[in-house]
């Protein structure tokens, strides 16, 4: 050896190249597989995009996840889709002074309210819920429950801004009332009376629409046709604000 490097054999420069094929190999494999992710996600991202315009008519009755998810597991639900016409007002109305207050003054989001629960959560305090009746529509049909509230609350926002912007009120209600859950099974406002009291939509009285409302953030835990004490004053509370909706409620007109 006289101090200089040895010529690298042939066998050696094959194996080399080999290597820095495999090493090519393997980028060029992970930048496929980032593509096919993008891809899919913004392919994801587009079928609420395209469906909230084919639910715009309204001889068309969407379902939602969960009613989906009952189909796969062969649970099976009931549901009878009704127009918002076929649906007594007291019920629009008590439904919209229980669960969305400015559901005619928002454009998808409640800026007020979603302003609140993040300073509550800046301070540490404990957070209150935020959902629009739109936020919850979009949700019900293209997103899921749990896990990872935060980034379904996250894709919400977005969602029911366009849902908002694409949609009219009265027919944004009509859905949110056809798919949303009144107990196990039982999916829709025209189900949901005829199970609970034995009478349709149209003919709910002030009492039965209250509690019907007050029922659908915990239809599993609340049963609106055997009322405890807690939801029954929560009954009388929105049967006096429905009876008071006045304005509130002006954009079902």
């Not at 995009?49 to 062969?74: E, G, I, N, R, W």
Request: proline fraction near 5%; include cysteine.
């Amino acid at each position: 050896m006289n101090g200089l490097a040895e010529p690298i054999s042939d066998q050696g420069a094959e194996g080399l190249e080999m290597a820095s094929r495999a090493k090519r190999g393997s980028r060029a494999g992970a930048r496929r597989w980032v593509r096919r992710i993008v891809m899919t996600a913004l392919a994801l991202a587009l079928v609420p995009v395209v469906l909230t315009v084919l639910y715009a008519p309204s001889f068309v009755h969407p379902v939602s996840t969960l009613m989906l998810k009952d189909l796969a597991t062969f649970s099976g639900y009931e549901r009878r889709w009704v127009s918002l016409d076929d649906v007594a007002p007291v019920l629009a109305n008590s439904v919209i002074m229980s669960e969305d207050g400015q559901f005619c003054f928002h454009h998808g989001i409640d800026l007020g309210e979603l302003r609140g629960v993040v300073d509550d959560a800046l301070a540490g305090e404990a957070t209150r819920g935020a959902s629009t009746i739109t936020m919850q529509t979009v949700k019900n049909l293209f997103l899921w429950s749990r896990p990872l509230a935060s980034l379904r609350k996250l894709a919400e926002l977005p969602l029911a801004v366009y849902f908002d912007a694409v949609l009219s009120k009265r027919r944004i209600l009509e859905i949110y009332l056809n798919i949303a859950e009144w107990g196990p099974g039982i999916y829709g406002i025209e189900a949901a009376a005829q199970y609970h009291f034995g009478v349709s939509a149209k003919n709910l009285t002030r009492r039965q629409a209250a509690l019907l409302a007050v029922t659908l953030p915990n239809p599993y835990e609340r049963n609106p046709a055997k009322p405890g004490p807690g939801l029954r004053r929560l009954a009388h509370l929105i049967e006096r604000r429905a009876a008071k909706s006045g304005g509130y409620v002006g954009c079902l007109q």
